[in-house]
């Protein structure tokens, strides 16, 4: 059952605005500071990333606070965060991760079959390129910092703590679940994740249905990027480990 609270039109559309704002203020002044050719290498890559990050995270979260003010509430009654029942709730997303997780690299794989089948070649995720070509452990940290922490709660925070009882509230339950989903998986920009991104995004979605704590979701969906993101960095000891097997 989500938090009794119904999130008002005015709001929401300003908070909408204001996330698209901290997006885009992000790429123009990374282009105004950079040299023109500096985003070509890995250090403008990653300072690209790390500007990106700080101003769409801490400008989200700032938006997100003024949002809950307008409506009277608190972070714990406009989410369902509490502290009854954390032991359950992070097994629930253990269980989560377990499950979703080999099914979205089946539909990746499947997405990146079809892709070639029709002649295109799938893409690496723009910031997958960046976290593999770091080459300092304080780069990988604060990779580690976005992917595990901030990704999670701010993306978890909009999409399915405001964006889908918005919808749903509003008496189109169907269009809450396929369009955040949808637009969950666009957010990240890459075809052939589009698939398994919607198909997690719905899974986080039964899990606040099935919760009414948004820390369900946000738990699994950091998990989820902690898999993904030890994969990426331990590549070769992970395939040099499976070879060595008998």
Known sequence: MLPERKWETEPLLRLV????FCLSIGALLTSAVLPKDALATQEGKFFFFVS?????HGGTLLLVSIFLREHGVGWREGFGFRRAGFLGILALA???????LPVALMLQHLSALGMKAVSVQPEVQVVVQTLQQTQTLQQRLFFAFVAILGAPVVEEILFRGILYPALKQRGWPQLALWGTSFLFALTHANTATFLPLTF???VLVFLYERTGNLLAPILTHSLFNAANYCALVFQSELMEFF???P
Do not use: T
């Not at 605005?17 to 698209?20: E, K, L, R």
């Not at 990106?52 to 769409?56: Q, Y």
């Open 200 to 202: 997690f995004a719905m």
């Open 17 to 20: 605005f204001g996330v698209c």
């Open 52 to 56: 990106n990050s700080v101003l769409l």
């Open 243 to 245: 070879k060595l097997q």
């Open 94 to 100: 253990f269980v989560g991760v377990v499950a979703a």
